[in-house]
């Protein structure tokens, strides 16, 4: 899987699919979708809207509106991800557990796809 098929599927073929798997390579290509698009939307928000002279803190107006549009499918590729490791998608609540749960989702998110059908679904890698 490439770079613009991963964020093909996440952002419009499977914007809101919480069912099936997703395979490491589409849940990291996405991510990094993600900090590029956010690099930039700060940097056009810093140009356009300013830094608050209160605050210090960069106004994101666009930054604001691109994360409020990718939360959805962030979450459900992140619980494909783990479908894919044979866990269920409500592990992702494990990240409110400050430091050690983010960690243990990377930990989770870098682990290569079960072997052959699971619960959720066939692997994505080989489609059995």
Do not use: C
């Not at 073929?13 to 849940?27: C, D, P, V």
């Not at 991800?81 to 990240?95: E, K, M, P, Q, T």
């Amino acid at each position: 899987m490439n770079f613009q098929t991963a964020v093909r599927t996440v952002l419009l073929e499977k914007y809101a699919t919480f069912s099936g798997r997703a395979r490491r390579a589409e849940l990291w290509w996405f991510v990094l979708f993600n900090l590029v698009v956010s690099l930039i939307l700060s940097i056009i928000d810093r140009t356009i809207f300013g830094v608050s002279m209160e605050t210090g803190m960069t106004n994101s107006v666009l930054g604001v509106i691109y994360s409020l549009a990718v939360l959805l499918p962030s979450i459900t590729v992140s619980a494909r991800r783990l479908h894919d490791i044979g866990r269920s998608g409500w592990w992702l609540l494990i990240a409110f557990i400050p430091l050690i749960g983010a960690l243990i989702l990377i930990y989770w998110y870098i682990q290569p796809s079960q072997d052959g059908s699971n619960e959720h679904g066939p692997n994505p890698i080989t489609g059995d």
